[in-house]
C-alpha cells in the first residue's frame, strides 16, 4: 500500500477491513498464523 497513492481515509478502510476479518479455518490459513506465530517468536526479543 503506497502511502502516496492512497488517502488516508482509504488505507484506514482497508486496515478496518483487513484486521476485522476472521483468520480462515482452511489448513493452508492455519498454516500461515503458526508461521507468523513462530516469525513473531523468534524476533520478539523476549518481550
Do not use: Q
Amino acid at each position: 500500500m503506497s502511502l502516496r497513492l492512497t488517502s488516508e481515509a482509504v488505507a484506514k478502510e482497508i486496515l478496518d477491513a483487513w484486521f476485522s476479518t476472521p483468520y480462515g479455518k482452511e489448513e493452508f490459513d492455519l498454516r500461515n498464523v503458526r508461521r507468523l506465530a513462530e516469525i513473531e517468536r523468534e524476533h520478539s526479543c523476549g518481550l
